[in-house]
């Protein structure tokens, strides 16, 4: 088993992205991360169909820095093991 992870999250715009990724690389806890633009969500929220155009991140980490990566959602699901 590895160690590797790869975190998917979404911001609201691609400023608030760029400010994650260089926060993450510079404190250690990922060796890349991708920026996405052109990213639909659509989900349930409080019983309503909801669809935002976010930025989405790829953030590739280790399972250790998990808890410390920012989420703009708590109950948000977002990784890929």
């Known amino acids: 088993m590895t160690d590797k992870i790869v975190v998917l999250s979404t ?6 992205a760029r400010a994650l990724a260089l926060l993450l690389i510079e404190r250690r806890l990922a060796g890349c991360v991708n920026i996405v633009s052109g990213v639909t969500s659509v989900y349930s929220w409080k019983g309503a169909t909801e669809q935002t155009v976010p930025t989405g991140t790829c953030i590739f980490s280790k399972d250790v820095h998990f808890n410390r990566i920012p989420s703009h959602h708590q109950d948000q699901p977002r990784t890929v093991r």
Not at 11 to 16: F, G, I, L, M, S
Request: cysteine-free; proline content about 0%.
């Open 11 to 16: 911001v609201e715009t691609a400023e608030q």
